[in-house]
Nanobody
Framework: HVQLVESGGGSVQSGGSLRLSCVHR????????VGWFRQAPGKEREAVAR???????KYADSVKDRFTISQDKAKDILYLQMNNLHPDDTAMYYC????????????WGQGTQVTVS
């Protein structure tokens, strides 16, 4: 069983920054890949940033050069540093983990809301 708990969401003005955190626990092999996804009202969920166990990262085109995914492996914490936020970044952000690094990921947090005005 894998547990993921996000924090760090909030409201920010356009151009501002936020850092999301996700504490993830559970069977290590079930967390070979961890990442951030988001879903805005009326839109499909999209992958924002993902990181593989070896350190490879992948970003959505819309957030490249603005968002950075990183992790503290010793503490099992996943981060998403979000800079130069746009109103289009407004969404519920979810942390997720998967063993085989294939969509859809198997394990999900409860989400944290990010609102950009």
């Amino acid at each position: 069983h894998v547990q993921l708990v996000e924090s760090g969401g909030g409201s920010v003005q356009s151009g501002g920054s936020l850092r999301l955190s996700c504490v993830h626990r559970g069977f290590s092999d079930s967390r070979n890949c961890v990442g951030w996804f988001r879903q805005a009202p009326g839109k499909e969920r999209e992958a924002v940033a993902r990181i593989w166990r070896g350190g490879t990262t992948k970003y959505a085109d819309s957030v490249k050069d603005r968002f950075t995914i990183s992790q503290d492996k010793a503490k099992d914490i996943l981060y998403l540093q979000m800079n130069n936020l746009h109103p289009d970044d407004t969404a519920m952000y979810y942390c997720a983990a998967d063993r085989y690094c294939q969509d859809p990921y198997d394990y999900w947090g409860q989400g944290t809301q990010v609102t950009v005005s």
